[in-house]
């Protein structure tokens, strides 16, 4: 939650993880929700990733767009203020102290870099209770519900086609009022990657297709 805000209700979640897709086409685009509050994996749908560059902008800086790797940039359809984690944003999750981008709207519109096939994220609510969150990509959905005391989300991006490409991720939260969200620990594939010989994403997929369309319901916080 934004530092200059206070709530006293501190509920505990269960957490659960979950997958859903939906055919984009001849590609299909994957959300997954795994590892939750964890530190995010080295990898995302057979992708290689990376994080952004590290923010070099003022604290307390609004701003409407975020550099990414290899030069490009994630874009907000809505202005942003940079926070960070321990002095104007209280806490995230998973001992992370870096930068993180407070939406003061409950509806944010990412713009991806260019020729990006995976994406993950961390997000979470401004105020210490839980809050439901909708994502979409496309066609594809996820629904997760999210705390605000110190358990900021992982919630992770990509298409089965190296050849094609992700253009944006739409986050909305639906349910009482968070005063805004923030998101955060951005990563995107490296340039050129293409998964090891389709098998990661062929065994996700078959794995996946039992859950398609599963809305998962997470449950996190922060302080």
């Given at each position: 939650?934004?530092?200059?805000?206070?709530?006293?209700?501190?509920?505990?979640?269960?957490?659960?993880?979950?997958?859903?897709?939906?055919?984009?086409?001849?590609?299909?685009?994957?959300?997954?929700?795994?590892?939750?509050?964890?530190?995010?994996?080295?990898?995302?749908?057979?992708?290689?990733?990376?994080?952004?560059?590290?923010?070099?902008?003022?604290?307390?800086?609004?701003?409407?767009?975020?550099?990414?790797?290899?030069?490009?940039?994630?874009?907000?359809?809505?202005?942003?203020?940079?926070?960070?984690?321990?002095?104007?944003?209280?806490?995230?999750?998973?001992?992370?102290?870096?930068?993180?981008?407070?939406?003061?709207?409950?509806?944010?519109?990412?713009?991806?870099?260019?020729?990006?096939?995976?994406?993950?994220?961390?997000?979470?609510?401004?105020?210490?209770?839980?809050?439901?969150?909708?994502?979409?990509?496309?066609?594809?959905?996820?629904?997760?519900?999210?705390?605000?005391?110190?358990?900021?989300?992982?919630?992770?991006?990509?298409?089965?086609?190296?050849?094609?490409?992700?253009?944006?991720?739409?986050?909305?939260?639906?349910?009482?009022?968070?005063?805004?969200?923030?998101?955060?620990?951005?990563?995107?594939?490296?340039?050129?990657?293409?998964?090891?010989?389709?098998?990661?994403?062929?065994?996700?997929?078959?794995?996946?297709?039992?859950?398609?369309?599963?809305?998962s319901r997470l449950h996190q916080a922060?302080?």
């Amino acid at each position: 939650m934004h530092a200059n805000l206070k709530s006293n209700f501190l509920p505990v979640g269960l957490l659960m993880t979950a997958m859903a897709i939906i055919p984009c086409g001849a590609a299909q685009i994957y959300m997954v929700t795994a590892p939750g509050t964890a530190a995010p994996p080295a990898t995302l749908g057979g992708y290689s990733m990376q994080a952004f560059p590290a923010e070099i902008r003022s604290e307390f800086t609004m701003v409407s767009d975020v550099v990414a790797l290899g030069g490009g940039t994630l874009g907000f359809d809505n202005p942003v203020e940079i926070d960070v984690v321990g002095s104007g944003w209280s806490s995230w999750s998973h001992g992370y102290t870096g930068p993180v981008y407070w939406s003061m709207t409950n509806a944010l519109n990412l713009t991806l870099p260019a020729n990006t096939q995976a994406f993950y994220m961390y997000v979470e609510p401004n105020l210490r209770d839980f809050f439901e969150f909708e994502f979409t990509s496309g066609t594809t959905t996820a629904i997760l519900n999210i705390n605000g005391n110190a358990m900021a989300q992982y919630i992770g991006v990509y298409i089965d086609d190296p050849f094609a490409s992700l253009t944006g991720v739409s986050i909305t939260q639906t349910t009482a009022d968070s005063d805004g969200f923030a998101v955060g620990e951005f990563a995107t594939n490296t340039n050129g990657h293409v998964p090891d010989g389709g098998s990661s994403i062929a065994l996700l997929g078959l794995g996946l297709t039992a859950v398609a369309g599963l809305r998962s319901r997470l449950h996190q916080a922060r302080v």
